[in-house]
Nanobody, 125 residues
Framework: QVQLVESGGGSVQAGGSLRLSCAAS????????MGWFRQAPGKEREGVAA????????YYADSVKGRFTISQDNAKNTLYLQMNSLKAEDTAVYYC??????????????????WGQGTQVTVSS
């Protein structure tokens, strides 16, 4: 059974940084597309960043390019999202997700099967 557990959320002032972690377990294959998504109150869930665990190709939403970095530590089965230069509009619940070995659009929530419980990120201006 695949399990994803996020951590690292919190409150920070605009311009600050946070690093989110996602501990993954229960995978039966060696290659997945994994992503970070976020959902603000009253808004749809949106893709933030994604990475293929084999090969390391990465994808970012335009709104976070140059500020956020997705990475993985395969030895620890952990996915990270380093968030710098945070803005008030980055405030949301952030979710870690895992999809198949290949997905059509890496930032689309419907491509992903497994989801974590989410972690709150609040950025004050």
């Amino acid at each position: 059974q695949v399990q994803l557990v996020e951590s690292g959320g919190g409150s920070v002032q605009a311009g600050g940084s946070l690093r989110l972690s996602c501990a993954a377990s229960g995978f039966t294959h060696s290659s997945y597309c994994m992503g970070w998504f976020r959902q603000a109150p009253g808004k749809e869930r949106e893709g933030v960043a994604a990475i293929y665990t084999r090969g390391g190709s990465t994808y970012y939403a335009d709104s976070v390019k140059g500020r956020f970095t997705i990475s993985q530590d395969n030895a620890k089965n952990t996915l990270y999202l380093q968030m710098n230069s945070l803005k008030a509009e980055d405030t949301a619940v952030y979710y870690c997700a895992a999809g198949g070995s290949w997905v059509g659009y890496a930032l689309a929530p419907y491509e992903y099967t497994y989801w974590g419980q989410g972690t709150q990120v609040t950025v004050s201006s």
